[in-house]
């Protein structure tokens, strides 16, 4: 009986550590690879202009996005990558664009990280997740009494 109860809890706490040592992984969507943002995206509050190499960004913001980013104003190149949130151990990761939670642009040797979301129009709730930034669709979230976004749209010409 001693023997059933002493295997029965190893292998209760065997189940236990295993558990615990699973590490925490983003969410990609089973889809092929979305391409690489290409082009000129157009928001009232500036550009960003995407080489298509899945890295290089230009950007050019007025004043008050470049407050709410804290990025400078005017146009700068630089990095960006998309990443997928805090993920318990390791923070934010990279992930494909169509899973992203969070936009890591760096300009001028400075780093941000901006959420990616489309907030509702009263400003109390937000989409946020998969396919929220697209291949024609860059939305920045913020939040000031409530949120709001500056959605970059693909310019079409």
Same mark, same amino acid.
């Given at each position: #009986?001693?023997? %059933?109860?002493?295997?029965?809890?190893?292998?209760?706490?065997?189940?236990?550590?295993?558990?615990?040592?699973?590490?925490?992984?983003?969410? *990609?969507?089973?889809?092929?690879?979305?391409?690489?943002?290409?082009?000129?995206?157009?928001?009232?509050?500036?550009? #960003? %202009?995407?080489?298509?190499?899945?890295?290089?960004?230009?950007?050019?913001? $007025?004043?008050?996005?470049?407050?709410?980013?804290?990025?400078?104003?005017?146009?700068?190149?630089?990095?960006?990558?998309?990443?997928?949130?805090?993920?318990?151990?390791?923070?934010?990761?990279?992930?494909?664009?169509?899973?992203?939670? *969070?936009?890591?642009?760096?300009? $001028?040797? +400075?780093?941000?990280?901006?959420? #990616?979301?489309?907030?509702?129009?009263?400003?109390?709730?937000?989409?946020?997740?998969?396919?929220?930034?697209?291949?024609?669709?860059?939305? #920045?979230?913020?939040? $000031?009494?409530?949120?709001?976004?500056?959605?970059? +749209?693909? $310019?079409?010409?």
């Amino acid at each position: #009986m001693k023997k %059933t109860i002493l295997f029965l809890f190893a292998a209760l706490l065997c189940l236990c550590l295993c558990a615990c040592a699973h590490e925490n992984v983003p969410y *990609e969507p089973d889809t092929p690879l979305p391409p690489a943002h290409s082009g000129t995206f157009v928001s009232e509050h500036g550009t #960003m %202009t995407f080489s298509g190499d899945g890295e290089s960004v230009v950007i050019d913001f $007025d004043a008050y996005l470049a407050e709410l980013t804290g990025l400078p104003e005017g146009e700068h190149a630089g990095t960006y990558v998309f990443l997928s949130g805090e993920l318990p151990p390791n923070g934010s990761v990279p992930v494909r664009y169509d899973a992203a939670h *969070e936009l890591k642009l760096t300009v $001028d040797g +400075q780093s941000v990280v901006i959420g #990616m979301g489309l907030a509702a129009a009263d400003g109390k709730t937000a989409q946020v997740g998969v396919n929220v930034v697209t291949p024609e669709r860059i939305p #920045m979230l913020f939040s $000031d009494d409530g949120s709001f976004s500056v959605v970059f +749209q693909l $310019d079409a010409e």
